[in-house]
């Protein structure tokens, strides 16, 4: 298995990740010499195999510089979101216990003041400019050699959760005695996508997110292309696959329904015919959506189920979903479970929370020691679950129902938001649509829609009306949202997740 190293050996000049805006291209030969000279920084620091660093980054184009001279050093390295706030970034670089962190100019707003919350981290370097509290990123690394430490061990990823349903937890996985170059280090990323040293992959999502960091870690340490796009945007999206030959790419279902809503003109102008396999991932994708995207893009589509936490996987490609439509496919690592809340295992066809087997309890949630238990099965502590809400079928395919923090009980019954939002962005005047529970005196709970109009649609009560009779032939009647309201945008994550916690805390706080 190679990795920046050996590849620099033999294709210095390669590129290995192209900004899709600027057009900058990090070759290998610079990606190794640079994560070296940061990897002889931190020996010489006094930064040791186990420690903790950070990065609070744009999709810069030295974005993976940082993260391979991690990886090739034996430490853990914390990508923080870059949208947070000084207050939220200073709580994830004091949890992990960062000796390090590494910023831009481009976040020096926020990184201001954040220099001042973070006392023990006391290695802040900034590139592209300086600010007080902030060394030069290339004035402090200039100094060292580009060539590998006498000895390297494999870091890994601690990556914090995105906080959708309370504080972030950061995901923390025990390293191993293995050399960075050690085919065993992708033991946990069980992929067969056709990578190859040929592939030019598509990352459109924040590379501070766990699946695109990771599937980019995965391309380079094959020889590929990785090309970054700085945010998401459909258009130039389908552009990018036309301009640099994409043969992969990785998305997430509210991608998919934005490029299905640009105008016939925007979605055909681009020559897609390089383009071998797309991925998704991250939330359920709307049967209505996924067919849509097989009949304009071919069966090229694969989708994944899996966490940052990395206890299991399930995979399915084009033709078997379309034998099993709504299913994300069958275990690939650890053997599935669907159980009650007492951790009773459940029949096939009745949904309940998704365990994963494995033959030990492959990760823990860094300083809260509580959390990583209750993901534990009650009764068998190397079963683990995400928080998830699903169920099997005979044949062993797993579907997603939702998120057990996001489940409505109105009246006694259990009632899933995504079944009523996946109905809601398939109508034609809905740009998004997001659905919670609010209090209800006699229910209990009440559904309450969220919706983001279509561009040019006019959000009224006549609007409103229409989208609850469409509700009406797609959902039981218990489903249907009691209120709609409309708003301009809904709280998503750049990384396609939505933050319900943000939005149900909006409403109760009218209601007091």
């Known amino acids: 298995m190679a990795y920046p190293g050996t590849i620099a050996r033999v294709s210095p000049e390669k590129a290995a990740l192209i900004h899709a805006e600027t057009g900058e291209v990090l070759t290998y030969g610079a990606l190794d010499a640079g994560s070296n000279r940061l990897a002889q920084f931190w020996f010489a620091m006094g930064l040791r195999r186990g420690d903790h660093v950070a990065l609070f980054l744009e999709n810069h184009i030295r974005f993976i510089e940082i993260i391979w001279a991690a990886l090739r050093s034996g430490l853990h390295i914390t990508a923080i979101n870059r949208y947070l706030t000084a207050e939220e970034a200073a709580y994830i670089v004091n949890d992990c216990g960062a000796k390090s962190l590494i910023t831009s100019i481009g976040r020096a707003d926020v990184a201001a003041p954040l220099a001042r919350l973070i006392p023990h981290c006391t290695l802040r370097l900034m590139l592209d400019g300086t600010r007080p509290g902030w060394d030069d990123y290339d004035a402090a690394v200039s100094g060292y050699a580009g060539f590998a430490l006498r000895e390297e061990w494999a870091g890994d990823l601690m990556l914090y959760s995105s906080g959708t349903t ?6 923390r996985r025990t390293l191993r005695d293995l050399r960075p170059d050690d085919p065993a280090v992708i033991a946990q990323f069980p992929v067969d996508y056709a990578f190859s040293p040929d592939m030019v992959y598509l990352s459109p999502a924040p590379m501070y997110h766990a699946a695109p960091l990771a599937f980019s870690i995965r391309v380079q340490r094959e020889g590929g292309t990785v090309v970054m796009m700085p945010r998401f945007d459909a258009a130039e999206a389908l552009a990018c696959i036309e301009r640099h030959r994409v043969t ?35 939330a359920p994708c709307p049967v209505a959506v996924k067919h849509a995207m097989i009949d304009w893009w071919g069966p090229i589509i694969h989708e994944y189920y899996a966490g940052t936490e990395s206890n299991g996987a399930t995979r399915i490609d084009s033709t078997d979903w ?13 053997i599935l479970h669907i159980c009650d809340d007492d951790g009773t295992e459940l029949p096939h066809g009745e949904p309940g929370s998704i365990y994963f087997e494995r033959d030990e309890m492959v990760f823990a949630y860094h300083n809260d020691p509580e959390k990583t238990r209750r993901a534990q099965h009650p009764r068998h502590p190397t079963w683990s ?19 057990k923090a996001f489940m409505i009980i109105s009246g006694g019954v ?43 649609i006019e959000p009224d009560e006549t609007l409103a009306s229409e989208l609850t009779a469409y509700l009406r032939t797609k959902v039981a009647r218990y489903m249907v949202p009691k209120s709609i309201d409309f708003t301009d945008a809904l ?17 109760l706080a009218q209601q007091q």
């Open 166 to 171: 309370g504080r972030p937890k950061g995901v």
């Open 248 to 282: 992969h790419s990785q998305w997430v279902p509210t991608m998919f329904v934005r490029m299905l809503k640009l105008p016939d003109a925007a979605r055909t102008r681009h020559d897609l015919s390089s383009h071998q396999v797309a991925i998704h991932a991250a």
């Open 322 to 334: 379309l034998a099993h439509p709504g299913s994300v496919g069958r275990a690939q690592l650890g």
């Open 385 to 403: 679950t995400l928080g998830d809400i699903g169920y099997l079928d005979a044949g062993g395919y797993l579907y997603l129902t939702d998120r």
């Open 414 to 456: 259990n009632i899933y938001p995504q079944a009523i939002e996946d109905a809601l962005v398939t109508h034609p005047k809905v740009r998004d649509a997001a659905v919670i529970g609010l209090p209800n005196p006699d229910l209990g709970e009440e559904v309450k829609a969220v919706v983001e109009p279509a561009d040019g």
């Open 491 to 507: 709280p998503r994550l750049p990384t396609g997740k939505l933050y319900k916690h943000a939005l149900r805390a909006r409403y």
